[in-house]
């Protein structure tokens, strides 16, 4: 019920992006968006995500209350870095270990790193769970602290948010055929 229940869902999803991207309601975009949403779900779908731990709200608005907080700051910051006189920022790639348990969740705090200007992250060590991130201005001991603390806070709030161990059972392996 809930897969099915999914899939339609994901099927109305893709027809209301295709009327968005053709800018009017009309039956023509309507039944087009259908035929592709079909064709999309049904002839090329996307392996399941396995979800292993369970969603808290409160937690999850903290945590987007933060980034979006970050990205304000880091954008300001980066500006700052743009128009101020003198020498370019020192940059450098730092090594930060996340310890999140689901891929989902590190694919998450991947592309949070990512958003946030000044950040990009250039490798992902899946198994060891760390990720190389070059980063903007790191001249100080101050500045690559503020990174390092900043990583380990939204470690902490996306494993609040999603994988808190009373909630985390862990997805079953498929048998390999």
């Not at 979006?68 to 880091?74: F, G, H, I, K, T």
């Not at 003198?86 to 999140?100: E, I, Q, S």
Request: aromatic residues 8%; contains cysteine; positive net charge.
């Amino acid at each position: 019920m809930r897969h099915n229940t999914l899939r339609v869902w994901i099927v109305c999803w893709l027809v209301f992006v295709w009327v968005l991207l053709w800018g009017n309601i009309s039956a023509a975009n309507l039944l087009s968006g259908l035929a592709v949403a079909l064709v999309i779900t049904v002839l090329l779908p996307l392996p399941p995500v396995p979800v292993e731990g369970r969603m808290h709200p409160l937690s999850t608005l903290r945590l987007v209350a933060t980034v979006a907080y970050w990205l304000v700051v880091s954008s300001v910051q980066v500006a700052y870095l743009a128009i101020k006189p003198g020498k370019p920022p020192l940059t450098a790639v730092l090594r930060a270990h996340l310890n999140v348990k689901s891929d989902l969740v590190l694919a998450l705090a991947v592309n949070i790193m990512n958003l946030t200007p000044g950040n990009i992250v250039l490798e992902i060590d899946q198994t060891r769970r760390m990720v190389y991130v070059h980063v903007l201005d790191v001249g100080s001991d101050r500045t690559v602290n503020r990174f390092y603390s900043q990583v380990e806070q939204l470690q902490r709030m996306l494993v609040a948010s999603f994988e808190r161990d009373a909630d985390w059972r862990p997805a079953e392996k498929e048998a390999d055929a």
